[in-house]
């Protein structure tokens, strides 16, 4: 029996004020119970596979397939939890915001506990998630991104519009378009962790990417449904097949230019005049939620094979999928 910690940080209690009260936490919620109950039904749907999961004792409206071993948990006991299950399970999926490096810190604290994870290792998981780094990777290996730098509280050297938002973020929490505008005789700016960019016009998109050993398996490439403010609201698949070989294309590129990446990978993109890079998702992205209706496998199983080393065919529906969240 090969036994499997899934841990989602939001509903499993792993941030100490309630999910739904945190500053930023409310926002991501919906995502990360979507995530969870579905990548947790598709590995208990595995033959020979165990799944554990942490839930918040805060959320007890909030029910899991049958299949999936459940451990309620108060706040204060879940860093204690999360290490014994991770003790005693053979891979571990861990889902977190990278706010705050929570993402890596879990996956350092799986690791050495002896789960393999399923997703990149600690190294990784902190470049991706700081935009200034790896930004300046991108920029080294000749991958397409938008120029980014510090916020200093001067105007960067690229005309606007702008883009600000956190250096370290998820969900696009905190993102706002500057116009240029004049403030109090100079330009308002945030703290010096934020980072600024030109605003890129096209579509937004993502690939995701199963990494291991001996593949790396791109998934259909996804449209993103984005509001005003930038806020992820779901998206659609598959894209036109010239649109497809552009986004994967481009998200490969992006993932070959950081070492360390294995596991379940995602790449935000915006395809237009110029097709951009904008980010990786060193996690479960919430795509998953709509690309596992498009395989005919059990896409959770092919995650698992291929981080042990396997190699694995999808065979794909072709009828449109679209998801809200």
Partial sequence: MIRVLVSEILCGGGWVEPARSSEWAPALLGEAWAMLAAVTADLAAVPGVQVLTILDARLADHVLDPRVVVHRVVAAEEPALFRRLAGECDFALIIAPEIDGRLAERAA???????????????????????????????????????????????????????????????????????????????????????????????????????????????????????????????????????????????RRAIDAVDGLRGYVGVDLVLGDSDMAIEVNPRLTTSYVGLRQLARENLAEALLRIVRGETVELSLRTTPVDWHV
């Fill in 109 to 251: 604290w799986a690791a050495a506990a002896g789960a393999q994870l399923l997703g990149p290792d600690p190294t990784a998981i902190a470049l991706t998630s700081d935009k200034l780094e790896l930004a300046h990777a991108w920029d080294r290996a000749g991958v397409p991104t938008p120029p980014t730098r510090l916020c200093t509280g001067e105007p960067p050297p690229f005309a606007p519009p702008w883009i600000v938002k956190p250096r370290w973020g998820a969900g696009s929490v905190g993102i706002q378009v500057v116009e240029g505008a004049v403030k109090d005789g100079g330009i308002s700016w945030p703290p010096s962790s934020w980072i600024v960019q030109p605003l890129v016009r096209g579509r937004s998109a993502s690939v995701a990417f199963l990494v291991g050993p001996r593949q790396t398996l791109a998934l259909p490439p996804c449209w993103q449904r984005l509001d005003a403010e930038f806020r992820y609201l779901g998206g659609s698949t598959p894209l036109p097949e010239d649109w497809a070989e552009r986004a994967a294309t481009l998200g």
